[in-house]
């Protein structure tokens, strides 16, 4: 029958190729090779093929001679066939069942035997069934063919031909069986009065005609339905099976035969569904064509997909047990065969002479099967073939017609003994010879997925849809993925090239797997990152939203307990455990569940082999998570508005991280090794070479995400390119800002908190980082200065002689002339930021380091106090200090940190830096005074004046370093060798250093305050306290000048003075700038804090609601916006004269005829004729004298 079915697929095949054009194109070979031109002969060549019937037509009439012995085979097959369809009896009576349906404590299921071996080759019968009665029309008139040949069409719109070529099944019936059938109904209904057959003839000729007029619709309607129901059985009953024989494996030889069936029905299911995937049918009544309705996400094809590849790898696994089986029951068989030949049914027989021969060569050849005796069962080799043939000769002569012994009376001859008959223990031993040496053939015939390869877009897209779809299975891409590896055995071997066109397609399917694999793990691993994942177990309430609830509970007496959520709708921390939260906990469960699973099952599969490519999923999977890792950490880095939080990247990545170390239990892989080299390779920007060992390629890019935050903080802090407003409070130490820089305000993003968090996802690399890119910032601004110093130096050099002098006159005149001073001022208020971000940098390098690493931290501490004070210094020691500086632990760090900057671009390498502290001190004279003010809440002025305190002893201690070690190196190429000479100049140039900073210092502040003070009139001295605090700020903060230091140029009394009225106003007062002019200012200056100048009041309280002038921003008492000056009237005087009467008239003094007008309701209040008493309180600030 097998080769009946080929010989009309060949026919039906060659319809759909173009014969004219092939016919022709010989013929005309033909003539060239024959210099001439056959006319008639092509002439003849056209009218046959004119006149050529379709294969159809010409096979009904070629096959009329075998139609009768078709029909009985058809008939034969029939009850299987419909065992096949029923599902229910299938599943009821156990067919696929290892063990007993209705006993389950019974392991063996031997209830149908025979039957499993006939359901193995059930797909072949349909197709008999299919081709037969499509060329032997006549054989639906039998009685029963018309019952069988209802089941297979209804099921079935295709019939396949030749791979994925198929005819369209039931309009090849309407065309072709229908006309035979309505001729066969005429002849019957004209002979009715000669033969009493015409009439059930007649009646069955009609019942076909009705049946092949309806069974279109039929299946068009039903067929994807019978076929699911199939599928689902399937899956039940395979899923069952695999767990049974991974458990009971020593029942698997003896069920070999049921295995077979369940893989030959699942396979034959699943190449149907691809089939049918996109097939359009027309419907012969209505004329239109209609498309099959295929889910293409039905579930079930995955499981049967890996259902058959796990009991592949069973078979494979226990091929040796189920040989070993086979062996043994063939050996039993012979003895079988052999007492039935002698029984007396077969005696009476009288077999003829070939007959007898077969069958004692048969017995013999089972009994020369080899013994099982303890030795290895895959070294036995035993070839069956001859057996088989053998018994396919017997079968042969006994259906044949000209025989004179017929199959059934070999059949009554030996059921008569009360066991199986010889024909049925022929065919068992004909099956279970097949288990010895063709299992393998067997397993690939029924188990094989090859067929798949023409359908294999099909493949993955209903891969896609089910897969990560509510029953999709991780443990099913195995079997998606194995499929791939049988495509290249559809290559047909005399055609080479199709060998590479498959394997390609076959890499390409695999690749496209792959890549929709990881999409889900990265889905899955994104899911669990979101916010709606373990996001949602992680909220908190941020400080504003608490109180937002606590403002809620105040005016509502009984909040409601039943609701998860709050007033405001912000969901309250612990807001999943409501029972109306299940759904989200289930979903993270699952979502869980199955990122184990799928890690699971990646981590434990086998590689796939195409041809020559190899395929390892661990590999695959490694780098989709940590691929993914990387992107997740690029994504984090910014918001919509702006940069994201330190502390905020920080936590998502913890938790994307603890996502990965989940999925890392169930991987053999080290994936936190992975981790560290994705954020080793995003903090580090540089050459690859000069970070690993290892080669890398060398355009790798690297640290794109420290460039990215390292930009921004220099851009939006340092630089402040946004315009924000950012300042440094040294109160607060961090930065704010006067709105917010992207979504945030400057000090969410600057204070130690989140510099430590920057400092533990970048590292010591991105700490580098950043503070190379404020070098470079820096360096450009230390450039400024030395030009500035250049352009100015004859200036320069005027001014510190007429300071020296005392020609005032002479030094405002040249003050006048120094080119750009605020502009340079600028730039140094500049580089303080830079110092101030740095030293904050440094202090959370530092906090992070003693936290991770507290020994090194102990050890770097310990070590700069022990280093020898060198210039210059060596190279190592160099780096030492700088590696101390970088993690806070030196205690000048603004100096060092200048000094490294000069060593590397080379600066003050010009006698003109030595009129350094004089160009700081004519910044007194800038302009930048006009718009600053002293903010008591930041400790700093409001245009960071304060910064510039900073860079002027920073670059000061920097350059005389950087001098005295150039000098140094000058007297050592000068000394010819002299050891002892070159010691006594280091001992000397480190003296000489600390001894040239301070006297500098001390100049600059001597000259500071004197231009400071003699600037100051009754015309203009709205500025003399900001300028007097920024000194005493310098001398504080400076660790080469005495904090006494402005004590010979400025008393104490006046800085108590300053201070108390800053400190005596309340906390939260303001204290801001106004204008330069106190005549029309709202606020009121300094005279205002004498007491000489005040009004005296019963109320023994005094009111400091007002301060200097324009110094501070507004006010909370409506009093002091009501007092002005009239400062046209004052005269100046000497500073000897404000030192004499210091203490008789406040921080200043004014002249008598200094006019005030005072406010109505004036809360000034003074005590007694001295206001010293005021001044000597304990109230004086933050600065405390001894």
């Not at 039906?12 to 092939?22: A, D, G, I, T, V």
């Not at 000090?747 to 700490?767: C, N, P, Q």
């Not at 404020?774 to 500035?788: G, Q, V």
């Not at 006046?1054 to 303001?1070: A, E, F, K, V, W």
Request: aromatic share 8%; proline share 5%; glycine share 6%.
């Amino acid at each position: 029958m097998d080769l009946f079915c080929s010989f009309v697929r060949v026919n039906l095949f060659s319809e759909k190729l173009p014969r004219k054009m092939m016919v022709q194109t010989y013929n005309l070979l033909y003539s060239m090779s024959r210099n001439e031109r056959d006319c008639d002969f092509y002439h003849r060549l056209v009218q046959f093929i004119d006149s050529y019937d379709p294969p159809l037509k010409g096979l009904q009439e070629d096959l009329n001679f075998v139609s009768p012995r078709i029909g009985e085979v058809l008939e034969a097959v029939g009850p299987i066939i419909f065992l096949s369809t029923d599902t229910r009896k299938l599943r009821n009576e156990g067919f696929l069942s290892p063990y007993h349906p209705r006993y389950p404590d019974i392991l063996t299921n031997s209830a149908h035997p025979m039957r499993a071996q006939d359901l193995a080759n059930v797909t072949a019968y349909r197709e008999w069934v299919l081709l037969g009665y499509l060329v032997c029309p006549d054989e639906l008139l039998r009685v029963t063919s018309i019952d069988i040949a209802l089941v297979v069409l209804k099921e079935n719109l295709t019939l396949t031909l030749f791979r994925d070529e198929f005819v369209l099944l039931h309009e090849d019936y309407q065309l072709y069986v229908l006309p035979r059938i309505l001729e066969s109904k005429k002849m019957a209904k004209s002979g009715r009065t000669k033969q009493k057959e015409a009439d059930l003839e007649y009646s069955i000729a009609k019942q076909v005609e009705k049946m092949i007029g309806e069974v279109h619709e039929q299946a068009l309607v039903s067929c994807d339905a019978i076929h699911r129901e199939r599928r689902i059985l399937l899956k039940q009953e395979i899923g069952r099976m695999v767990v049974f024989f991974t458990d009971q494996p020593s029942l698997l030889a003896p069920n070999i035969q049921m295995v077979f069936s369940a893989l030959a029905l699942a396979q034959s299911e699943v190449i149907w569904y691809f089939q049918h995937v996109g097939v359009a049918s027309s419907k012969s009544k209505v004329g239109r064509t209609v498309a099959v309705d295929i889910d293409p996400s039905d579930p079930t094809i995955g499981f049967l997909l890996d259902g058959m590849d796990r009991l592949c790898c069973l078979v494979r696994k226990y091929i040796a047990a189920i040989r070993g089986y086979a062996l043994s029951y063939l050996s039993s068989c012979a003895g079988r065969i052999r007492f039935l030949l002698g029984t007396p049914g077969m005696v009476a027989l009288d077999l003829g002479p070939s007959l007898k021969g077969l069958f004692q060569k048969i017995v013999q050849q089972l009994e020369s099967v080899p013994k099982l005796q303890g030795e290895n069962i895959s070294a036995i080799t035993c070839d069956l073939s001859e057996f088989r043939k053998d018994w396919l000769s017997i079968l042969m002569i006994v259906t044949s017609s000209r025989s004179t012994m017929n199959i059934r009376h070999l059949e009554k001859a030996t059921v008569s003994t009360g066991k199986e008959g010889l024909l049925s223990e022929g065919n068992a031993a004909y099956n279970w010879s097949r288990c010895v040496d063709e299992l393998e053939s067997q397993l690939s015939k029924h188990g094989s997925p090859k067929k798949l390869y023409f359908y294999h877009q099909h493949l993955t897209a209903v891969f896609r849809n089910t897969m990560f779809g509510p029953e999709g299975r991780p443990q099913h891409c195995c079997a998606w993925l194995g499929v791939a590896s049988s495509f290249p055995e559809c290559a047909s071997p005399i055609v080479p090239e199709e060998v590479t066109k498959i394997g390609r397609d076959a890499v390409l399917y695999v690749e496209s797997l792959i890549e929709s694999i990881m999409g889900g793990l990265e889905g899955l691993i994104n899911i669990l990152d979101s916010e709606g994942g373990f996001g949602a177990l992680e909220s908190q309430l941020h400080p504003e939203q608490a109180a937002l609830y606590m403002n809620y509970a105040l005016r509502v007496s009984i909040p409601s307990a039943k609701s998860p959520r709050g007033p405001v709708g912000l969901p309250l921390p612990g807001h999943e455990s409501y029972p109306e939260n299940n759904n989200s906990i289930k979903m993270l469960e699952a979502a869980m569940q199955r990122l184990t699973n799928l890690c699971s099952v990646l981590n434990d599969m086998e590689p796939i082999c195409v041809l020559n490519h190899v395929f390892v999923l661990r590999e695959y999977m490694r780098e989709c998570i940590l691929g993914n890792f990387r992107r997740r950490l690029l994504a984090i880095l910014k918001t919509d508005n702006d940069l994201n939080r330190p502390t905020i990247m920080e936590s998502l990545l913890r938790r994307h991280i603890s996502i990965v170390h989940l999925a890392e239990q169930h991987i053999s892989m080290d994936l936190t090794r992975g981790i560290r080299e994705v954020l080793l390779t995003e903090a580090f920007s540089g050459p690859v070479s000069s970070l690993q060992s290892f080669e890398k390629p060398a355009e790798l890019h690297t640290g794109s995400a420290t460039e990215s935050v390292c930009n921004w903080y220099i851009d939006n802090i340092v630089k402040d390119v946004s315009g924000a407003g950012i300042l440094f409070a040294p109160i607060h130490n961090c930065f704010k800002s006067a709105r917010p820089v992207g979504g945030y305000f400057a000090e969410s993003v600057t204070d130690l908190r989140e510099l430590k968090a920057f400092v533990r996802i970048f590292g010591g690399y991105g700490v580098d980082r950043l503070d190379r890119m404020m070098k470079e910032h820096t360096a450009a601004l230390l450039n400024c200065i030395d030009t500035s110093l250049r352009s100015n130096r004859e200036l320069l050099e005027s001014v510190a002689g007429s300071m020296h002098s005392g020609d005032r006159t002479e030094r405002d005149a040249y003050l006048k002339q120094i080119l750009d001073m605020d502009t340079v001022a600028g730039f140094c208020i500049q580089a303080g930021q830079a110092l101030a971000f740095d030293c904050l940098l440094a202090e959370a390098a530092g906090s992070v380091l003693e936290e991770g690493a507290p020994l090194i931290n102990s050890l770097l501490s310990g070590v700069v106090k022990h280093i020898p004070d060198e210039v210059p210094e060596k190279r190592e020691i160099r780096r030492l200090r700088r590696v101390a500086n970088s993690a806070g632990v030196v205690s000048d760090h603004d100096a060092e940190w200048v000094r490294s900057i000069m060593e590397e671009v080379g600066g003050a390498n010009d006698g003109s830096w030595g009129l350094l502290p004089y160009l700081f001190a004519t910044f007194m004279a800038s302009s930048i005074w006009n718009t600053t003010a002293f903010n008591i809440e930041t400790g700093g002025f409001s245009n960071n004046v304060h910064c510039l305190a900073r860079c002027i002893s920073a670059v000061i201690a920097g350059s005389e370093y950087v001098r005295l070690e150039r000098e140094h190196q000058q007297r050592q190429s000068y000394s010819n060798g002299h050891a002892g000479d070159a010691l006594d100049a280091d001992i000397h140039s480190r003296l000489t250093a600390e001894a040239s900073i301070r006297s500098a210092m001390q100049l600059f502040v001597k000259f500071s305050a004197g231009i400071v003070l003699d600037s100051w009139n009754e015309m203009n001295r709205s500025h003399l306290v900001a300028k007097v605090i920024f000194l005493d700020q310098i001398c504080e903060s400076s660790p080469f000048l005495p904090r006494s230091s402005l004590e010979a140029h400025v008393p104490y009394t006046i800085l108590r003075s300053i201070y108390g009225q800053y400190y005596g106003n309340l906390p939260s007062t303001p204290l801001g700038l106004i204008t330069a002019s106190p005549r029309h200012s709202p606020a009121v200056s300094l005279a205002h804090a004498s007491p000489a100048s005040r009004h005296t009041r019963g109320d023994s309280t005094p009111q400091h609601n007002v301060n200097d002038s324009g110094y501070f921003k507004g006010s909370s008492s409506a009093h002091g916006q009501d007092r002005y000056f009239d400062g046209d009237t004052g005269s100046a005087h000497s500073f000897e004269g404000r030192r004499r009467n210091v203490r008789r008239s406040g921080p200043l003094d004014y002249s008598s005829s200094r006019k005030v007008k005072v406010g109505e309701g004036s809360s000034s209040v003074g005590r007694g004729p001295s206001p010293l008493p005021r001044f000597a309180v304990s109230r004086s600030g933050p600065i405390s004298y001894k």
